[in-house]
T-cell receptor, first 115, second 110 residues
Framework: DSGVTQTPKHLITATGQRVTLRCSPR?????VYWYQQSLDQGLQFLIQ???????AKGNILERFSAQQFPDLHSELNLSSLELGDSALYFC??????????????FGEGSRLTVL | QKEVEQDPGPLSVPEGAIVSLNCTYS??????FMWYRQYSRKGPELLMY????GNKEDGRFTAQVDKSSKYISLFIRDSQPSDSATYLC??????????FGTGTKLQVIP
């Protein structure tokens, strides 16, 4: 158990809809990272927050947004969903904003299916 | 060209075999090299990390980095069925984000 909690574990929705994925980092970790994992693209970095502030942005679509709240939990909002958004979405956390050694602690993921 | 290339496999080996997993990369700024293991329906977990070139051993696992060739490897000795998982290489440089390979699926057959 990594200590990172993600909800929901599974989500099935229709095209055009909006969903929110939630992540609680490990106790004491200030950074939250969101990754998308699909079969052909592997783990793609979406966005990082550190202590409530956006720290780095990756290949995140404009239809997607995220935030980190004062209690350090984070939410990833996906809107105007398309079939291609079907994937596993992982949240990871680390103590340092730099995750200097690259050690990230991952949750078990939220599997999104868009029909 | 992707920053990190990893042979997707799948790789199927008999129990007890030596397994070699490899990645190549193009970004010279990468300094930290990691291997994550991901079991089915689970999140990745850090298996090993090395800094710069050289070897690092941890039990049955050895991570090797050759910065001159931009090539990293993970060797698993005496492979066990419990090693069956997807192995992802990952790299970062300084304050950069962690970049992952696409993963190699390994199956160790009893």
């Amino acid at each position: 158990d990594s200590g990172v909690t993600q909800t929901p574990k599974h989500l099935i929705t229709a095209t055009g809809q909006r969903v929110t994925l939630r992540c609680s980092p490990r106790s004491g970790d200030l950074s939250v990272y969101w990754y998308q994992q699909s079969l052909d693209q592997g783990l793609q970095f979406l966005i990082q927050y550190y202590n409530g502030e956006e720290r780095a942005k990756g290949n995140i679509l404009e239809r997607f947004s995220a935030q980190q709240f004062p209690d350090l939990h984070s939410e990833l909002n996906l809107s105007s969903l398309e079939l291609g958004d079907s994937a596993l979405y992982f949240c990871a956390s680390s103590f340092s904003g730099r995750a200097y050694t690259g050690e990230l602690f991952f949750g078990e993921g939220s599997r999104l299916t868009v029909l | 060209q992707k920053e990190v290339e990893q042979d997707p496999g799948p790789l199927s080996v008999p129990e007890g075999a030596i397994v070699s997993l490899n990645c190549t990369y193009s970004n010279s700024a990468f300094q930290y090299f990691m291997w994550y293991r991901q079991y089915s329906r689970k999140g990745p977990e850090l298996l090993m990390y090395t800094y710069s070139s050289g070897n690092k051993e941890d039990g049955r696992f050895t991570a090797q980095v050759d910065k001159s060739s931009k090539y990293i490897s993970l060797f698993i000795r005496d492979s066990q069925p419990s090693d069956s998982a997807t192995y992802l290489c990952a790299m970062k440089g300084g304050y950069q984000k962690v970049t992952f390979g696409t993963g190699t699926k390994l199956q160790v057959i009893p």
